[in-house]
């Protein structure tokens, strides 16, 4: 017997065909993400409506493995267009390709270059916190301001860190503190300090820094005590960090954008030292926007607005500076807190292996494990078993998944055979079964999220037939 016909419709128009209408068991709540595998059901989610209204989840956290260019970072340019219609503010604190810059413009938000040329952060300016903190006053300002001094020292703990490739000792702290403190009393309002007023400030030892060293009015231990961080903080000037960090910022995040992409794709993949000190110095940067944002609205003063964060390609981060590896940490035990979900993005979970110590490897670990939503592209099935002892998968979804991994056929077309596993994804929370979803993109999403630019065929200016090697 054949089976019969189906169509699928919304309750209103198929009410009067009862009993034989049949609801559907996927989840309707969230950005549009595609058609089950099986049923061919809507699936709508996100780690922010989960959380929030769905309640699926404990914490707005997504983290998504997959082999390359099977469209994990389509789905999740889909994600941040669905959510920026709902007011939420997507911030991509670190696009390293750049994968989101394209989808941010057309959503009307900021996209900011840091690099050697076409940008720069001064890790002094206390930015948004401080204009919050300014315009809040009071006891919550003070607050706030106190938080913004703890955010522009540990910035320029990080990079002194990167510089050294060692963590900076308590004593050296405690006179970056005191100076940073000095800084701010005498630097005239409207302005922000640089790192060469940093530098003036310790070689000149004011006493409130010379108080710190123990220098007991004696110019030779205060010389002693400051002389390693000195050296440090003129090698961050004249060494390759000079360029992007010494000077003005040269583009602020507009607290009232709709979203807000943080270029570093112009920063060469073997410029390790830059890309960390960027990465942080966009976190930094980033992080203290939704800390002002959350400020001003506990004030009163602007309304509440929630943000998603992305961190894509999140090996190259990671085995950047061990301190990164520490914020992403922080980051995913606090997003409740913070007021922010986020999507991490990688292709195995051995990344968090390649760590250079044992404590950074654990921390990395346990991203999927705290995650609120994992969502598996392709993968290997070595992979699928070690995945399943974390998250809880069944043989047959790890037969599924595995099956996306394989390779496309031999076809005559090779242009227009795709790997099975592109646009396929198996979305995990907790011990539920999973969700095998088809994700179909439109043209515009093409157009704005396409990762294989630079293999388009060259187009002659005068319009004749590009020959290559397969003629």
Excluded at 358 to 380: H, S, T, Y
Aim: glycine residues 12%.
């Amino acid at each position: 017997m054949d089976p019969p016909s189906m169509w699928r419709a919304t309750t209103v128009q198929a009410c009067g065909l009862w009993p034989f209408a049949a609801g559907s068991g996927a989840p309707m709540t969230g950005v549009p993400l595609g058609q089950h595998l099986y049923t061919g059901a809507t699936v709508c989610g996100d780690p922010m409506s989960w959380f929030t209204r769905a309640h699926y989840i404990s914490n707005p956290s997504m983290f998504m493995l997959g082999m390359p260019g099977l469209g994990k970072s389509t789905l999740v340019n889909r994600m941040l267009i669905g959510l920026a219609a709902t007011g939420v503010v997507p911030l991509v604190l670190g696009d390293l390709k750049p994968d989101y810059a394209d989808t941010v413009r057309a959503l009307g938000g900021q996209v900011i270059s840091i690099g050697r040329g076409v940008g720069g952060v001064n890790v002094l300016d206390p930015g948004a916190m401080g204009a919050a903190a300014r315009k809040i006053g009071g006891e919550a300002g003070r607050v706030l301001s106190a938080e913004t001094h703890g955010r522009v020292l540990n910035m320029v703990a990080a990079l002194v860190t990167i510089v050294r490739d060692r963590a900076m000792d308590d004593h050296e702290q405690s006179v970056l503190s005191a100076a940073l403190h000095h800084l701010r009393e005498r630097t005239p309002p409207g302005r922000a300090p640089l790192l060469p007023d940093l530098v003036r400030v310790i070689a000149e030892g004011p006493e409130r820094v010379r108080a710190v060293t123990l220098d007991r009015g004696e110019e030779t231990r205060y010389r002693d005590a400051v002389d390693p961080l000195h050296r440090s903080l003129l090698g961050i000037l004249d060494g390759p960090l000079g360029d992007t960090f010494a000077s003005e910022t040269s583009t602020r995040i507009d607290l009232g954008s709709p979203a807000v992409c943080m270029d570093i794709s112009r920063i060469g993949e073997a410029d390790t030292q830059l890309t960390a000190a960027a990465m942080l110095a966009a976190w930094s940067d980033g992080l203290g926007t939704v800390a002002a944002s959350h400020a001003l609205a506990d004030a009163g003063l602007t309304p509440r607005r929630w943000f998603f964060t992305v961190l894509d390609e999140l090996w190259r981060p990671l085995r950047a500076a061990s301190g990164i590896v520490d914020r992403i940490d922080a980051l995913t035990r606090l997003n409740r807190t913070l007021g922010l979900g986020d999507a991490k993005i990688t292709h195995t979970l051995k990344d968090a292996e390649a760590l250079g110590t044992d404590a950074d490897r654990v921390k990395a670990r346990g991203f999927v494990e705290r995650a609120g939503m994992v969502v598996c592209a392709g993968l290997p099935r070595q992979e699928m078993e070690e995945l399943g002892h974390i998250v809880g998968l069944s043989r047959r979804e790890i037969e599924l998944v595995s099956s996306w991994s394989s390779p496309p056929g031999w076809a005559a077309q090779g242009d227009r055979e795709e790997p099975p596993g592109r646009g396929r994804f198996l979305i995990k929370v907790g011990g539920r079964p999973g969700i095998p979803i088809q994700v179909a993109i439109t043209d515009t999403e093409r157009h704005l999220h396409d990762t294989n630019k630079r293999w388009a065929a060259n187009k002659p200016a005068d319009g004749s037939r590009h020959v290559g090697f397969s003629e």
